[in-house]
């Protein structure tokens, strides 16, 4: 039996105008649940599921959602990010985050 506290996890997806269609937030953000729910002691939190639709992931500008995650990794709101690609969550990978 495992007495570890569970792992709170926060989700980000984001779509690019011209390479994808608006529902694959949809379908990325249920393949960071179903790799989530494959990890023992893994959680979503709801409260940091963060979208951003419609936005290049070349900088950092309009990418409302991932400045909110990351401003909530920093607080410790959070303790892993999940994204179905590491290109999504770059911007994560640039920061030091507390875990």
């Given at each position: 039996?495992?007495?570890?506290?569970?792992?709170?996890?926060?989700?980000?997806?984001?779509?690019?105008?011209?390479?994808?269609?608006?529902?694959?937030?949809?379908?990325?953000?249920?393949?960071?649940?179903?790799?989530?729910?494959?990890?023992?002691?893994?959680?979503?939190?709801?409260?940091?599921?963060?979208?951003?639709?419609?936005?290049?992931?070349?900088?950092?500008?309009?990418?409302?959602?991932?400045?909110?995650?990351?401003?909530?990794?920093?607080?410790?709101?959070?303790?892993?990010?999940?994204?179905?690609?590491?290109?999504?969550?770059?911007?994560?990978?640039?920061r030091r985050l507390s875990s």
């Amino acid at each position: 039996m495992n007495n570890l506290a569970p792992m709170r996890c926060a989700i980000y997806a984001r779509y690019s105008t011209d390479m994808q269609r608006s529902a694959s937030i949809e379908d990325q953000a249920r393949r960071c649940r179903e790799y989530a729910a494959r990890q023992q002691g893994h959680i979503i939190v709801e409260d940091y599921v963060r979208y951003d639709k419609a936005t290049t992931g070349a900088t950092l500008n309009n990418r409302q959602g991932l400045m909110s995650l990351i401003e909530a990794a920093e607080a410790g709101s959070n303790h892993c990010r999940i994204a179905s690609s590491a290109d999504s969550i770059n911007a994560l990978n640039c920061r030091r985050l507390s875990s």
